[in-house]
């Protein structure tokens, strides 16, 4: 899949009627649901994202595609460089072809601990994620040190905002939180057998994965930009001081922070050497809440209209793809195409049907083909077996996603 920048690209995206239509005859033979990659939308994000950076490398944050060659061919361009596994299980599969792996939380996979374990080129290849002790003694427990090859390991310090009044902002993710207990675990570490300390991260999720102009919403969008304002430069100075804690026990090879959201102030962090993120590539309808960027929406699913139930009614089949998170509106798929379309209130996005009321319902037959995009990225390639990748208005490859490759990690 060529996704080299091609600067004067046309931006079909920026005229729904044209963009949907072209996706509608590319796809015309196929049937649904049927997902497709807009390869445009695809360059256009992945070029956006590494000019966001400014020169910082990005991880791709592998649960945010779940597609192998698109992370292959990411890999192959400038601005891109290794991959942020979800699951161990996940890392030991790309590591066929993938040579920089951190898996970004911490696993109690056994098996894979093992397979880890026994082979050097792996353990060269791939870094578990810590936060405590307790993880370290688990792989201990499945194969002691003096059985195996060394396992690199990267710490991570909790990047959440203890914020005056509001407590705490953020995900509840490691417990070390302060730099001084950054410097203690990796200070332990680096006295235990079998474990190599390389790497450290700290993902800003309250900056990162929070919306800050949230449509509809004003007050929560500014209540969010204000936290945001003030969250960052805390953690700016509370993570230089634990890098710093750090340093004194292990010469880290990277320090990883951020995501899609918040690229451009992870990177002019001083104390970051890459940023992880993956989201904003394929664009799902939760980034159109962004004040500074807005990605196309390189990756959608369409359903067909299988029912009329009524002349202002069309039913598609299927539609219940709910994003993982706080339940809510904003976690159901956006009906995109045609335009005044909308889910019915008393039943929404169903497992089996997805009633649409609406102006343009009444212009549906039955066999007409709704375009919809997914909250999250990657989640949508956990319902589909492979991606038609379209340009232009013609289907010019087909990609398999991790489930049509058989796989299902989380």
């Known amino acids: 899949m060529d996704l080299q920048p091609r600067p004067g690209d046309p931006r079909p995206w920026q005229e729904p009627a ?44 592998s649960k945010s595609v ?20 979800y699951t161990l299980g996940e890392a030991l599969w790309l590591a066929d072809t993938v040579e920089d792996l951190v898996v970004g939380y911490p696993t109690a996979e056994r098996e894979n601990l093992r397979r880890l374990a026994a082979d050097e080129e792996l353990a060269s290849r791939i870094a578990i994620m810590v ?10 427990a499945v194969v002691p040190p003096a059985r195996r090859a060394e396992i690199r390991v990267c710490l991570e310090l909790d990047a959440s905002w203890n914020a005056p009044l509001l407590g705490h902002l953020g995900v509840w993710r490691s417990p070390v939180h302060e730099p001084a207990d950054a410097g203690a675990l990796a200070a332990y570490i680096a ?21 800050n102009r949230p449509k ?44 899609t959201g918040s690229l451009e102030a992870t990177a002019a962090d001083p104390a970051i ?19 500074h960027f807005t990605p196309a929406p390189a990756a959608a699913f369409g359903l067909d209209v299988v029912r009329k139930p009524s002349p202002s009614h069309a039913t598609l089949l299927g539609g219940g793809w709910i994003a ?4 809510a509106a904003d976690r159901l798929p956006l009906v995109a195409w045609p335009a005044g379309l909308k889910m019915v209130g008393r039943e ?61 990690f989380l």
Request: hydrophobic share 45%.
């Open 18 to 61: 044209r963009f949907w239509g072209a996706m509608t005859r590319a796809t015309r033979g196929l049937d649904a649901p049927v997902g497709a990659i807009h390869l445009g939308a695809l360059r256009a994000n992945a070029a956006d994202m590494v000019r966001r950076a400014a020169g910082t490398p990005i991880r791709i944050a």
């Open 324 to 327: 993982s998170g706080p339940p």
């Open 66 to 85: 779940r597609v192998r060659s698109v992370i292959e061919s990411l890999l192959a361009q400038d601005g891109f460089h290794g991959v942020l596994a």
């Open 216 to 259: 509809g919403r004003p007050v929560d969008g500014a209540v969010n930009r204000w936290m945001q304002a003030r969250s960052m430069p805390e953690l700016v100075e509370r993570r230089a001081l634990a890098v710093a804690a750090v340093r004194e026990h292990a010469e880290l090879e990277f320090v990883n922070g951020g995501g």
């Open 348 to 408: 929404m996005a169903g497992e089996v049907q997805t009633p649409l009321t609406g102006r343009a319902a009444r212009r549906l037959r039955v066999g007409d083909r709704v375009w919809l995009r997914h909250t999250k990225s990657g989640e949508l390639s956990e319902h589909l077996n492979a991606f038609a990748v379209v340009d232009g208005d013609e289907v010019v490859d087909t990609v398999p996603t991790y489930r049509g490759e058989g796989r299902a």
């Open 131 to 140: 936060d405590s002790p307790e993880q370290l003694d688990l792989v201990d």
């Open 273 to 291: 050497t890459e940023i992880a993120a993956g989201s904003g590539l394929f664009g799902g309808h939760l980034f159109d809440g962004y004040a």
């Open 191 to 211: 006295k235990r057998p079998g474990f190599r300390l390389v790497g450290m991260m700290a993902y800003e999720a309250q900056i990162a994965g929070v919306v």
